[in-house]
């Protein structure tokens, strides 16, 4: 199988510091690969350089190639917008904006020159539905998104990611701001999606890590330490640095 | 004993900051009292000066005209007291000044003795005069009417357009002017200053660097902190002059010139205000538009705006506040004509300049001084109902972030 993101020897520094060093990691098309490690040790932002999130922080400098469906995606000529309609992303805190839960939705498409009310309204519902929050919101499309509960403003984000139809979701953390419930609803959502979209997922939860996904990457301070099949991961690392970090020695 | 000492200076402190709190509020109702008692007091009085009357023939069927009448006989824009409703008579206007000219100074008497006949006898062959005389001479003896005059109310105060405190015979105490030269000149601060520091608050918070940033933050407080008199020159010197050469107009000093003038006093509050709101929209709710695709600019205009909109509405009716209390910058560029403004390139008159030029010539207690005060009551009232607005404003309900 074609490989849908690839890495080759990546690096990345903040001013002087290097937050990644030389990570080669590549992703299978409809898997779910979850970014394990602790706090610091750079999953989240090696999560952000397949939309070029990191673009935003000043002084960053990047070596190395990120490629996505085969396209280097740190080329000159890069359409950045064109990429992140391609890789969609969830964050750690629900943020939805300050608008109706129609709106938030429709909010990608529209930014992307969509406005005929006919193709939102039936893209906006698709998106709801792949969310599981469709029965939900039905009545009240009209209302704040500042009204739904955590987890349903969770999964609005999903739904607002999915609407522009990408191809790659990248998800920061996405259950750790919410209850036991709405959690195990992401990780529900997440197990559908994958037969449709390509998921990175970034976690603490390392219950969690071996529920979603079919490969797991343990990152340690900028390195890859190791990476394989989740189950053969968590069952038999073969670095003691990720057999102490899986059973709980460091954290 | 330490115990002891100890809880005293506790309550010494206790009390001390319950007496500043004390005088404060005191002061602040004091002066409250003081602006509405004066200025309630406008309105139990005759616009007539105290100690004069106006009277006329005793037949006159007339007994009462109101300020407005009373001015326009005197001006001579009525000339028939039919057109106030009495009979069909000309107006003949009897000035003491002239007395000379129809008695002998024998029959006037050597010390005024007999004025008051003269007066008396005057308005008795004339059907149609009316005179404007003191008291002193309509006493006894005296045979012709005594108009009455009606009281100031507060609908007359506000709703009427002339504002001449100091005409003789009959005060015109119309306020509607002054009020809309206000809300003018603030209206017209604010369409300048509105985009002016909507842009500028979004340069601050959205696009420039942290250097650039740095030096213009200091420099918006900076003017926040000039004098207004100050301003009032530049306004002056440099404005009034340009407006005038622009437009080809008689004078420079204009409803224009006094809205540039504050539109760049009010734009320090608009920036600060409005900044610390724009820069409040969480960077998470950046980020999540950004990565669904939309550029910088679409998402300070579809989320951090709207994310911000009460903390820029604050801002902006603040900004008015401002424009509508400012004095003495406005009171030198603006003219200062007490009549409606028809376009920007006429000159106004606003409330807190009329005070401000006015109270030192209205003598104390008087009905002008008294007018002022109301005026005062005027202003008061607006500024108190736009800091109720902003009250409320910045409390609607703000989205939560979590």
Known sequence: MEHIITTELVSLFYSEFQALKDISIDFLPNTVTALIGPSGCGKSTYLRLFNRMNDLIDNVKITGKVTIEGEDIY??????????????????????????????????????????????????????KQSALWDEVKDKLKKSAFELSGGQQ????????????????????????????????????????????????????????GRVSDYTAFFYIGELIEKGETKELFINPKNIKTQNYITGRFG | MIKFFKSTFEKIIEGTLFLSSTITTLAIVLIIVFLFREGIGTFN???????????????????????????????????????????KDSIILFNLDNISNFYSDSAIGENFEFLPQCISDYTEKHSGVVAFVSTRYTG??????????????????????????TAQPAAQLGVLALILGTLWVSFGAIVIALPLGLATSIYMAEVANPKVRNFLKPLVELLAGIPSVVYGFF????????????????????????????????????ITISEDALRTTPKAMKEASLALGANKWQTTARVVIPYS???????????????????????????????????????????????????????????HYKALFALGCILFIITMAINLIVGYVSSKKKYNTR
């Open chain 1, 154 to 209: 969770q999964r609005l984000c999903i739904a607002r990611a999915l609407a522009i139809e990408p191809s790659i979701i990248l998800m920061d953390e996405p259950a750790s701001a919410l209850d036991p419930i709405s959690t195990a609803k992401i990780e529900e959502l997440i197990y559908e999606l994958k037969n449709n979209y390509t998921i990175v997922i970034v976690t603490h939860n390392l219950q969690q890590a």
């Open chain 2, 309 to 367: 909109s009460s903390g820029i509405t604050a801002a902006a009716i603040l900004g008015i506040g401002r424009a509508i209390g400012e004095t003495m910058a406005v009171l030198m560029v603006t003219g200062n004509a007490a009549v409606i403004p028809h376009s920007f390139l006429e000159p106004v008159r606003t409330i807190p300049a009329t005070i401000a030029a006015e109270l030192g010539e209205a003598p104390q207690g008087g009905l």
């Open chain 2, 235 to 270: 306004g002056l010197v440099i404005i009034v002059p340009g407006i005038q050469k622009l437009f080809d107009l008689p004078v420079g000093e204009t409803a224009l010139a006094g809205s540039i003038v504050l539109g760049i006093m009010a734009l320090p509050t608009i």
């Open chain 1, 75 to 128: 080329k000159k000529d890069t359409n950045i917008v064109e990429l992140r309609r391609k890789v969609g992303m969830v964050f750690q805190k629900p943020n939805p904006f300050p608008k109706s839960i129609f709106e938030n939705v429709a909010y990608g498409l529209r930014v992307n020159g969509v406005n005929d009310m006919s193709v939102l309204k039936e893209k906006v519902e698709f998106s709801l």
């Open chain 2, 45 to 87: 009085q005759s616009p007539i000066e105290e100690g004069f009357s106006l009277v006329v023939n005793k037949n006159n069927p007339i007994n009462e005209l109101s300020a407005q009448q009373i001015k326009n006989i005197f001006d001579q824009n009525i000339t028939n007291w039919k057109t106030v409703g009495g009979n």
């Open chain 2, 140 to 165: 006894k003896g005296f045979t012709g009417k005594i108009l009455t005059t009606p009281k100031v109310t507060i609908t007359q105060f506000i709703s009427q357009k002339e504002w001449f405190p």
